[in-house]
Structures are given as C-alpha cells and as structure tokens.
C-alpha cells in the first residue's frame, strides 16, 4: 500500500487548511488510517485516526475541536480539515494506514508501531 499525502502549505494563524491522503489500496476493513505530525526538535505525534468500517474516530487533545478527519472509502482517501490553525500547529504532516485498528484504552492507536504504511508527508506552516 503506498499513501500519497498532500494539502500543506503556508496559512496565518486562525486559517484553514485540507490535508488529504490517497491510499493505492484499502487496507483490511478492520484497519484504517491515522494522521501524525512532526514538529522540528520534536518527536512525531499522533493527530488523529479514523477506522473504515465504521467511520469511528479519535483525536489528540492538542487539536480536539479544531480538526476533524473524514473518509471516502470509494476513493481510499482520507481528509484531514484543520480549522483556527496556530503557529503550534506547524509541522510536517504523514498520513499511515493500519491493517487493524481499534480505539481501546491502552492507545496503541496512536504508537506509530500501529501503523503498517506510511506517507512522506506533508508540510504545514502557521504565521503568527
């Protein structure tokens, strides 16, 4: 499965932006995929997940209310709509897919030992 991320670009703080993701293949319908970001001198962090099967959900506290990921099993495409975007924000984007994928309370969900593909990523620059 190879992921293929774009979206980023450059946007003042309290703008928007639309990641997208397009996998050449879906993984299992147990699976799904996940957004993570990398931050310079940081380590990468988990943003946000979503499951196929059911459209299940979860976010990081750092973007919970700002961002929203979404969908489109037709196209193997997930969307990740970034909203009152801030300078904390910035970050290179990857989007990583998951053979399987649950949302239970040990949070493996957001190790990226998860995750069995990854994209290159996507840059993301917030002005103050």
């Known amino acids: 499965v190879q992921l293929q991320a774009s979206g980023g670009g450059l946007v003042q703080a309290g703008g928007s932006l639309r990641l997208s993701c397009v996998a050449s293949?879906?993984?299992?319908?147990?699976?799904?995929m996940g957004w993570f970001r990398q931050a310079p001198g940081k380590e990468r962090e988990f943003v946000a997940a979503?499951?196929?099967?059911?459209?299940?959900?979860t976010y990081a506290n750092a973007v919970k209310g700002r961002f929203t990921i979404s969908k489109d099993n037709t196209k193997a495409t997930v969307f990740l709509q970034m909203n009152n975007l801030q300078p904390e924000d910035t970050a290179i984007y990857y989007c990583?897919?998951?053979?399987?994928?649950?949302?239970?309370?040990?949070?493996?969900?957001?190790?990226?030992?998860?995750?069995?593909?990854w994209g290159q990523g996507t840059q993301v620059t917030v002005s103050s």
């Open positions: 293949a879906l993984t299992f319908r147990s699976g799904g």
């Open positions: 979503i499951r196929w099967v059911d459209a299940r959900s």
């Open positions: 990583a897919a998951a053979n399987m994928l649950a949302f239970g309370t040990d949070y493996y969900y957001a190790r990226e030992g998860r995750y069995d593909y």
